[in-house]
Nanobody, 127 residues
Framework: QIQLRESGGASVRAGGSLTLSCAAS????????IGWFRQASGKEREGVAA????????HYADFLNGRFTISQNKEKDTVYLQMNNVNVDDTGTYYC????????????????????WGQGTLVTVSS
């Protein structure tokens, strides 16, 4: 069983930067995919970025246009989401998720059925 805990959510001005952290514990296999989803008020949850803990390969949502970077510190079992040049559309609750079967070529970002979810951390971007 995997437990996930997000941190780093804050209020930030448009154009600014923010780094979210996802600390993982429990049975984390080398084939695990850990990633970020977000949900704005009144909208569906959507995948943002994911990383394969084994080889470090990454996957990103098309709408990011290179603004976010996902990375991991395997010694700390922590996954980060570096958010640059944020805009008001990035506002929402960001959730960390994990799937022990891997990222499935990025399909991880399109499915809401995951092995574990965190409680979420709120990001608010103001203009």
């Amino acid at each position: 069983q995997i437990q996930l805990r997000e941190s780093g959510g804050a209020s930030v001005r448009a154009g600014g930067s923010l780094t979210l952290s996802c600390a993982a514990s429990g049975r984390i296999w080398s084939s695990t995919c850990i990633g970020w989803f977000r949900q704005a008020s009144g909208k569906e949850r959507e995948g943002v970025a994911a990383i394969y803990t084994g080889g470090g390969s990454t996957h990103y949502a098309d709408f990011l246009n290179g603004r976010f970077t996902i990375s991991q510190n395997k010694e700390k079992d922590t996954v980060y989401l570096q958010m640059n040049n944020v805009n008001v559309d990035d506002t929402g609750t960001y959730y960390c998720a994990a799937n022990i079967q891997g990222c499935a070529g990025g399909y991880f970002l399109k499915q809401l059925s995951q092995d574990a979810w965190g409680q979420g951390t709120l990001v608010t971007v103001s203009s």
